[in-house]
């Protein structure tokens, strides 16, 4: 019973009992208005000459019932006139949502003034050059470290908090906004245990993220970590997360208290690591929750909350007994969901179970209006939108698709870009395109490749190197399109377009960060793309791409050499692509052999178990 009650409550939004009711009895009341409309209309219907032609008596008593009352109406009546568009009605809070500015060039909330954070945060602002908030800091934080707000943010009879839903732009300092809560409510704690887990969708992502909590955890106690699979050995990282300890039978316990991680290598840790303990979580963040919660089906979340479950039953032991208490002790984290492009459909937030969640989120096109004076918005205006940041500049350039590796050489070299991200669609067209430029003269700039086929070392020193200005362009497939902060990037060029408008606004928002100037062009093919393209931006209301011209005598004279390294790429690729299936050759030989070794060895010692 008591755990229905909870699992009613959730995802609920603003709605308690009493408005529930009042809504339902105005639904009625408003049903039975158009009820009588229609009987009125139907009545002067009825003596029309079409229902008379229609050769159906058509008796309208009061005793009729509405359904009865519309069958005469199907032939010959206006029943075929076109129906109302259905409008989407949204759940109160995603209807309701507190709005952000999205406006970084007047900020107000001064850092040491920030006394909602605990002075040694201010300190660790500060040190980091923080002289202001963000308007999504400076309206996220006080809410989620107050947790129990008072006015419209207060759910009354609620204990438990809140979870919410951040919506702002890239580059708006999302990052920051959950960082310093967490770390302003753990900063004090006894004994480490793990109380703050954030997902994130790619390894360079986490090692990002602990990064910043390692810049303001100092002077705490805090440990944090980051869990990122891949080629990391698990057995590695399980001896960074948990310790055993001495005493009866099997107990561990943390060695640290926040952990970043990927949803596929948190699962591993839940099933395969002795003393992964998630019973302790207070905080469950979602950074770039759309990506993630991509991966709910493969149901991480599923895994996630029956541990969370489960940890509970062992660690109380009375569970059976008093197992209707335990239920509703029972303490979920929080969840804070954070993206430049997170969903507003209830159906796909539904699959998160929020609890009374709350929306805090950016709208289109409140260029005028200065925080606090936002016009009165509607769903419009935020709802399946995306706002970018004020300061990215927009472009797309029409170029056929036989010429784009000319007009990418021809914008590399005639503008005046040092730092540049180049997106390609896959991982083979970043590594054909990558060596193609480096093949080019390009003005003394450095080409390199970053893609999800490098090793983790490699894909880390070729970021810090293009963080460092040593790389001057990045060619990269979309490992590097979410989340990822380098700083001082100064245009973004989509060479092949991003599928989704999502990938785009992503993308785009690599350059333009923390009220830094930056372009982003889009290359695309007039013939058919660039339409198609174009048209969905301009679905989500993204009508500010302008067009930017490369003239052929921009690149006319350089076709002669282009020809010369495209030849001499196919060779080389060529080359690659047979060293590749000698050495899956080599390497298959190498395993059968061993395999027919231990084969063997088995027959002549049946009996040894090494
Ligand atoms: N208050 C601030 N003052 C100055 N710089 C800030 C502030 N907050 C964040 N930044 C910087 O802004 C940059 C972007 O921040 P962050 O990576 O958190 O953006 P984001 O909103 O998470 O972007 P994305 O959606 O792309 O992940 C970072 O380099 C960060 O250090």
């Keep these: 019973?008591?755990?229905?009650?909870?699992?009613?409550?959730?995802?609920?939004?603003?709605?308690?009992?009493?408005?529930?009711?009042?809504?339902?009895?105005?639904?009625?009341?408003?049903?039975?208005?158009?009820?009588?409309?229609?009987?009125?209309?139907?009545?002067?219907?009825?003596?029309?000459?079409?229902?008379?032609?229609?050769?159906?008596?058509?008796?309208?008593?009061?005793?009729?019932?509405?359904?009865?009352?519309?069958?005469?109406?199907?032939?010959?009546?206006?029943?075929?006139?076109?129906?109302?568009?259905?409008?989407?009605?949204?759940?109160?809070?995603?209807?309701?949502?507190?709005?952000?500015?999205?406006?970084?060039?007047?900020?107000?909330?001064?850092?040491?003034?920030?006394?909602?954070?605990?002075?040694?945060?201010?300190?660790?602002?500060?040190?980091?050059?923080?002289?202001?908030?963000?308007?999504?800091?400076?309206?996220?934080?006080?809410?989620?470290?107050?947790?129990?707000?008072?006015?419209?943010?207060?759910?009354?009879?609620?204990?438990?908090?809140?979870?919410?839903?951040?919506?702002?732009?890239?580059?708006?300092?999302?990052?920051?906004?959950?960082?310093?809560?967490?770390?302003?409510?753990?900063?004090?704690?006894?004994?480490?245990?793990?109380?703050?887990?954030?997902?994130?969708?790619?390894?360079?992502?986490?090692?990002?993220?602990?990064?910043?909590?390692?810049?303001?955890?100092?002077?705490?106690?805090?440990?944090?970590?980051?869990?990122?699979?891949?080629?990391?050995?698990?057995?590695?990282?399980?001896?960074?997360?948990?310790?055993?300890?001495?005493?009866?039978?099997?107990?561990?316990?943390?060695?640290?208290?926040?952990?970043?991680?990927?949803?596929?290598?948190?699962?591993?840790?839940?099933?395969?690591?002795?003393?992964?303990?998630?019973?302790?979580?207070?905080?469950?963040?979602?950074?770039?929750?759309?990506?993630?919660?991509?991966?709910?089906?493969?149901?991480?979340?599923?895994?996630?909350?029956?541990?969370?479950?489960?940890?509970?039953?062992?660690?109380?032991?009375?569970?059976?007994?008093?197992?209707?208490?335990?239920?509703?002790?029972?303490?979920?984290?929080q969840k804070l969901l954070f993206s430049a492009t997170l969903s507003h459909d209830p159906e796909k937030l539904k699959e998160l179970g929020l609890f009374q969640p709350i929306l805090f989120t950016s709208v289109v096109g409140s260029e005028s209006d200065p925080l606090g004076e936002i016009r009165s918005i509607s769903t419009d205006d935020y709802a399946g939108k995306y706002t970018t940041p004020r300061e990215l500049k927009e472009f797309y350039v029409a170029a056929p698709a036989r010429l784009k590796p000319l007009v990418l050489w021809a914008l590399l070299v005639n503008r005046d870009w040092r730092k540049i991200l180049v997106f390609a669609k896959s991982v083979e067209d970043s590594h054909r395109l990558a060596r193609l430029l480096n093949s080019l003269p390009l003005s003394g700039r450095v080409v390199s490749e970053l893609s999800s086929k490098l090793s983790r070392a490699e894909r880390e020193d070729t970021l810090r190197r293009f963080s460092d200005g040593t790389v001057n362009v990045l060619v990269a497939s979309d490992v590097l399109a979410r989340g990822m902060d380098v700083p001082g990037v100064e245009a973004v060029v989509s060479y092949d377009p991003p599928k989704h408008v999502e990938g785009y606004v992503h993308r785009a928002g690599r350059t333009g960060r923390a009220g830094a100037e930056g372009v982003a062009v889009t290359l695309l093919d007039p013939d058919g793309q660039m339409e198609t393209f174009l048209h969905k931006l301009r679905s989500v209301n993204k009508t500010n791409l302008e067009e930017m011209t490369v003239a052929e005598e921009e690149y006319s004279d350089m076709v002669g050499e282009y020809k010369a390294a495209l030849a001499s790429l196919n060779n080389a690729i060529a080359e690659e692509t047979d060293a590749k299936k000698l050495d899956l050759k080599r390497k298959k030989q190498n395993c059968i052999k061993t395999n027919v070794k231990s084969k063997k060895f088995k027959r002549n010692f049946p009996n040894n178990n090494t």
């Excluded at 943390?254 to 002795?274: A, F, N």
Aim: glycine share 6%; net charge positive; hydrophobic share 35%.
């Design 1 to 333: 019973m008591e755990e229905d009650q909870i699992l009613a409550r959730r995802y609920t939004g603003e709605e308690d009992g009493e408005s529930v009711r009042n809504q339902s009895s105005n639904n009625l009341k408003k049903l039975l208005r158009t009820i009588e409309k229609r009987k009125k209309s139907q009545t002067t219907n009825a003596t029309k000459p079409s229902d008379v032609d229609s050769g159906i008596e058509c008796t309208l008593d009061s005793k009729t019932s509405v359904l009865d009352k519309h069958v005469p109406q199907v032939i010959g009546g206006h029943a075929f006139d076109k129906g109302k568009k259905v409008v989407a009605v949204l759940p109160k809070w995603l209807a309701e949502p507190v709005v952000i500015s999205t406006d970084l060039s007047c900020l107000t909330v001064k850092a040491k003034k920030f006394t909602v954070l605990d002075e040694l945060l201010r300190k660790n602002l500060k040190a980091n050059g923080v002289k202001y908030l963000f308007p999504v800091q400076a309206e996220v934080i006080p809410w989620l470290v107050r947790r129990n707000c008072s006015g419209k943010l207060h759910k009354p009879g609620c204990t438990a908090p809140r979870d919410l839903c951040v919506s702002a732009p890239t580059g708006s300092g999302k990052t920051l906004t959950y960082v310093l809560p967490i770390v302003n409510s753990l900063k004090d704690r006894l004994v480490p245990k793990l109380r703050a887990l954030i997902v994130v969708p790619v390894q360079e992502l986490a090692l990002q993220v602990v990064d910043v909590f390692r810049k303001y955890i100092q002077g705490t106690k805090l440990r944090v970590e980051a869990s990122t699979g891949g080629k990391t050995d698990l057995k590695a990282e399980q001896w960074k997360l948990v310790r055993r300890v001495g005493g009866l039978g099997e107990a561990y316990e943390s060695k640290i208290d926040i952990l970043v991680t990927t949803p596929g290598r948190l699962v591993e840790h839940l099933t395969h690591t002795k003393g992964f303990d998630v019973s302790n979580l207070k905080y469950l963040i979602l950074d770039e929750a759309d990506r993630i919660m991509e991966n709910v089906q493969d149901d991480w979340m599923h895994v996630l909350e029956k541990s969370i479950n489960r940890s509970d039953k062992n660690r109380g032991r009375t569970a059976s007994i008093a197992s209707v208490r335990t239920l509703r002790n029972r303490r979920q984290p």
